[in-house]
């Protein structure tokens, strides 16, 4: 059972930046769209930002020209470059992979913005 694996995520004061990354513990082919997905307490899971296998993004409005989304296929890899954080942007983030026929999620990496 493939697995994956996020890391980067801990407490940044408000203003501030981090750099989520997500690895599989084996290579994944064809993997459609690699996003990330965010759940803050008490409220609803809700897309942060994805990015096709042929370049195509899609960010949440309340992210965008803050956060950039990378991938790296040969690494099974996605990223989230994440700035001028905000106490709002507090939540635990969860990366996502999705291709022909399959869904795999990450366990979650906690994120606080907070002074």
């Known amino acids: 059972q493939v697995q994956l694996v996020e890391s980067g995520g801990g407490l940044v004061q408000p203003g501030g930046s981090l750099a989520l990354s997500c690895g599989a513990s084996?290579?994944?082919?064809?993997?459609?769209?690699m996003g990330w997905y965010r759940q803050a307490p008490g409220k609803e899971r809700e897309l942060v930002a994805m990015?096709?296998?042929?370049?195509?993004?899609k960010y949440a409005d309340s992210v965008k020209g803050r956060f950039t989304i990378s991938r790296d296929n040969a690494k099974s890899s996605v990223y989230l470059q994440m700035n001028s954080l905000m106490p709002e942007d507090t939540a635990v983030y969860y990366c996502?992979?999705?291709?022909?026929?399959?869904?795999?999620w990450g366990k979650g990496t906690l994120v606080t913005v907070s002074s």
């Open positions: 990015k096709t296998s042929v370049g195509i993004t």
């Open positions: 084996e290579r994944i082919l064809n993997v459609h769209v």
């Open positions: 996502n992979y999705r291709g022909l026929g399959v869904e795999y």
